[in-house]
């Protein structure tokens, strides 16, 4: 477990002359040490919502409430932007789950929406009608074949800017501010492997990232300089989970056998979370019901607090630095006035109205974590 100290911190404020008194506030919470202050989420699909929780499984929190039925998501790095697919269109929603912008542009039905790491771009893959020509043997003027082919495009989260990528794309995922994608192989049975695109985003592929002469590669999540693959067919959509080496495009270890999918890397590059018969696990261990688990970090929160008067209640701004409990009591002359608790699914600030009683005052906010991450 990540070692834990107890820290307190006191803060005076002053208020208005009218009020003529001061306020004293005491935060006593379990903080990680310092050089580890980091909260970690897991953004998954719970039915046809979007949900958040800790990476062992506590602290869920159903992030969407519209009614809609979400097929797909993806989140930046810090998890406070995520790029969902809603009804077959693409948008993007913050960390808490509201809508930053409404359905984005498309071509054709959307299947996949890809936010870079930084939350600056996103990348999606439509289904496009087309008709491919009639098969060879075929009488003179048969008519074409119509059916649907998935292509890539990539814009701004805001749905500018965008531009067609490559077509017969299967997946694709974001190395850094890198973009890449499924390439099918030279040779029988053409099997899918994960390429680089280069910077301007040019139909053809850089080089090749993994690559597996006799199977599909797809559902690529990427550390550093590994990118860990589902190994099967395309059409299956599970197999076994792979690392590979994308210096060498050649794998490295495989990371579990039977059907799993949706790989994804703890932000140390220690574990990886995946999913399984509508299952998430976190290595060997079942930590949640749901499906295409995300994991995201952002620092957590710095020990703070901040009171202010209102005529009848008072706000105490309080510090919860990983995913659990905060508690706030406010004390009038000596005794209990008010109390508070506010569950917190990842570290962050969080502010709380309190009725403001008479005499003296004195808030106290003790955190209590529900979920330490093993490291």
């Known amino acids: 477990m990540r070692a834990l100290a107890s820290m307190s911190l006191t803060v005076a404020a002053c208020v208005s002359p009218g009020v003529g008194r001061i306020l004293a506030a005491t935060i006593v919470v379990l903080a990680v040490l310092p050089g580890d202050a980091w909260a970690d989420a897991l953004i998954y699909r719970c039915g046809t919502n979007v949900c958040r929780a ?9 992030l969407t409430r519209d009614g809609g039925t979400y097929t797909w998501v993806s989140a930046s790095r810090d998890g406070s932007r995520l790029a969902v697919v809603r009804s077959t269109f693409a948008r993007v929603l913050d960390g808490r789950g509201n809508a930053l912008t409404g359905n984005l542009p498309r071509g054709g039905t959307a299947v996949i929406a890809e936010i870079a790491p930084d939350g600056s771009r996103m990348a999606t893959v439509e289904l496009l009608p087309e008709i491919a020509p009639a098969p060879v043997g075929s009488p003179p003027g048969s008519p074409g074949i119509s059916g649907l082919m998935p292509y890539l495009f990539v814009m701004r989260p805001d749905g500018t800017a ?22 099918s192989g030279d040779m029988s049975p053409f099997a899918l492997g994960i390429c680089l695109l280069p910077a301007d985003l ?4 850089e080089r090749d990232l993994a690559r597996d002469a006799t199977r599909d ?10 990118v860990a693959v589902v190994r099967s067919t395309a059409e299956s959509g599970a197999g076994e989970i792979v690392v590979y080496d994308t210096d060498t495009a050649a794998p490295i270890r495989t990371v579990t056998g039977g059907a799993a999918a949706e790989p994804t890397w703890s932000p140390d590059g220690r574990r990886i979370a995946y ?7 976190v290595g060997k261990r079942r930590v949640l019901r749901g499906r295409q688990p995300v994991w995201t970090t952002a620092p ?14 008072v706000i105490v701004t309080a510090c919860a630095p990983q995913p659990g409990r905060l508690t706030i009591t406010l004390r009038a002359d000596g005794r209990r ?20 009683p008479a005499g003296h005052l004195r808030a106290r906010a003790r955190f209590r974590q529900l979920a330490a991450t093993v490291r």
Do not use: M
């Open 54 to 62: 800790a990476p062992d499984g506590s602290a869920k929190k159903r």
């Open 202 to 205: 040019d139909f053809a592929c």
């Open 162 to 183: 965008r531009d067609s990528v490559a077509r017969a794309v299967v997946d694709t995922a974001w190395l850094g501010d890198r973009l890449t994608r499924t390439d």
């Open 275 to 281: 999913e399984r018969g509508g299952r998430i696990y």
């Open 337 to 356: 006035a008010g109390r508070k608790t506010v569950h917190t699914p990842t570290g962050r600030v969080v502010k709380v109205r309190l009725r403001r």
């Open 217 to 226: 590669l797809f559902n690529p999540a990427f550390h550093e300089d590994q």
């Open 300 to 313: 957590a929160c710095r020990n703070r607090v901040r009171l202010r008067l209102r005529p009848h209640t």
